[in-house]
């Protein structure tokens, strides 16, 4: 049976693997697995450019022995420098290589859209067609195809739909949609959005924020509706402060009974 992100029957934990070489990163997933990862999330702007190879791309997938990958190429980082088809070309030649689901952000092919600029949605009609294209050849190979929305600030319930039905538009399996909590009312409203979207969307979402009121978010979510948890091994210089560890989410997970109580 192929990896899948798909049809799952629970929240997944996703390990999240922020390295710049492909030895740190094989080791870095072997750990992840063990800690409880059921898949793992490989950022590879963080690779360096020289080992951005079919090679090294194939030996790191298949340290994850099977678990399903979800891999981002965002702009910055190791990727400076290069163009945003530079950037699509290098996540299809990693997907081809061996990963599962590919992140495509919503400002790809949009130099004037890009993480907490607006929305991340580019709304120009050529960036949409390039972005349309993509979506196809990805599922094309029999890939899954992430879209995501970095906001990067507190946003309303109806703007956060918009987002996820343009998203779904464009081909999206799964939508994804960063916002930010900075305070406790912003944070309960984050998970009254969570159950809206569930409420409302007919395919798999991932719905996170940041800020200084996330952690229940990012705790609680995937409970709420998100298809999985993005977490760390541990808190390092590189990893997203507001990622939970693999260890805390998956306590919680597996033992928070969160479902409503059967009145007989």
Request: proline letters at 4%; glycine letters at 6%.
């Amino acid at each position: 049976m192929k990896p899948t992100f798909l049809n799952q029957n629970r929240p997944l934990i996703t390990g999240m693997i922020l390295k710049d070489n492909p030895d740190s990163i094989r080791f870095a997933v072997k750990n992840s697995i063990y800690d409880g990862a059921d898949c793992l999330g490989i950022q590879l702007e963080c690779l360096k450019k020289e080992y951005k190879t079919e090679e090294n791309y194939k030996k790191i997938f298949a340290a994850c022995s099977g678990h399903p990958v979800y891999i981002t190429n965002y702009r910055g980082n190791e990727n400076d420098g290069f163009s945003d088809e530079k950037l699509a070309d290098e996540l299809v030649k990693a997907l081809a290589c061996g990963a599962t689901l590919g992140d495509v952000p919503a400002s790809l092919f949009d130099s004037e859209s890009g993480m907490g600029i607006g929305l991340e949605l580019s709304m120009k009609q050529d960036a949409i067609d390039c972005q349309m294209r993509l979506i196809d050849k990805i599922h094309s190979m029999d890939k899954e195809v992430l879209m995501s929305s970095h906001v990067l600030k507190f946003t309303p319930a109806e703007t956060v739909l918009e987002i996820a039905y343009e998203q779904k538009k464009r081909g999206a399996d799964i939508i994804k949609i960063v916002t930010a909590a900075n305070s406790d009312e912003e944070q309960m409203e984050n998970l009254r959005i969570t159950t809206l979207l569930k409420k409302e969307l007919d395919i798999p979402f991932l719905f996170l924020s940041g800020g200084t009121h996330s952690k229940i978010h990012r705790m609680i979510g995937p409970q709420l509706g998100c298809i999985t948890y993005l977490a760390v091994r541990e808190h390092d210089d590189r990893a997203v402060p507001t990622q939970p560890t693999i260890r805390a989410a998956k306590a919680v997970r597996d033992n928070l009974d969160y479902l409503p109580d059967i009145v007989e």
